[in-house]
T-cell receptor, first 113, second 110 residues
Framework: DGGITQSPKYLFRKEGQNVTLSCEQN?????MYWYRQDPGQGLRLIYY???????QKGDIAEGYSVSREKKESFPLTVTSAQKNPTAFYLC????????????FGEGSRLTVL | EDQVTQSPEALRLQEGESSSLNCSYT??????LFWYRQDPGKGPEFLFT???AGEEKEKERLKATLTKKESFLHITAPKPEDSATYLC???????????FGGGTRVLVKP
């Protein structure tokens, strides 16, 4: 089955540690996205990538980093510079030649202890 | 700056009690308005895309409509399984990202 796989589903980290969230898709989509969701709120864009080896900052990129070395993969690193990292992180992909909708993974919940 | 505002923030319905959710938007050239359903602890699930004013789309008990300033998601005779958060998002012309509203949490009681 085609889809987007995020891992881990739950992650705990201590303050001052970097953590990397994995996102893999087998939909053959060119574009990939990372969003953050806080309790009771909508989604805010962190980073996005339209093609391999290229990515752009979203609305809340500070304290985060990404890479896009393969079409299928778009990992997100939450660095120690992110002041409030506890949140639900969602990865999505889009077919650039399609109708525009995003397809989402099941999310990763990060808790900083 | 693109803005998307959803109302109400929360909605409690009795089973069978129809209602509507609102999504107001400000965007420079709309390329698409998207509705998603999100269950707790899950990723959003795509429902509809609307492209131009006057367009309507239906899926089971849900019907989405679009005007030049807002979109409505009508829930007809809802069932408890329709309980979820409904998210609205817009994509502007020449844009590659979606801007989301804050969502409406819907609870349908039997």
């Amino acid at each position: 089955d085609g889809g987007i796989t995020q891992s881990p589903k739950y992650l705990f980290r201590k303050e001052g540690q970097n953590v990397t969230l994995s996102c893999e898709q087998n939909l053959n989509h060119d574009a990939m996205y990372w969003y953050r969701q806080d309790p009771g709120q909508g989604l805010r864009l962190i980073y996005y990538s339209q093609i391999v080896n290229d990515f752009q900052k979203g609305d809340i990129a500070e304290g985060y980093s990404v890479s896009r070395e393969k079409k299928e993969s778009f990992p997100l690193t939450v660095t120690s510079a992110q002041k409030n990292p506890t949140a639900f992180y969602l990865c999505a992909s889009r077919d650039r030649g399609g109708t525009g909708e995003l397809f989402f993974g099941e999310g990763s919940r990060l808790t900083v202890l | 700056e693109d803005q998307v505002t959803q109302s109400p923030e929360a909605l409690r319905l009795q089973e069978g009690e129809s209602s509507s959710l609102n999504c107001s938007y400000t965007v420079s050239g709309l390329r698409g308005l998207f509705w998603y359903r999100q269950d707790p602890g899950k990723g959003p699930e795509f429902l509809f895309t609307l492209y131009s004013a006057g367009e309507e789309k239906e899926k089971e008990r849900l019907k989405a409509t679009l005007t030049k300033k807002e979109s409505f998601l009508h829930i007809t005779a809802p069932k408890p399984e329709d309980s979820a958060t409904y998210l609205c998002a817009v994509r502007k012309a020449a844009g590659n990202k979606l801007t989301f509203g804050g969502g409406t949490r819907v609870l349908v009681k039997p």
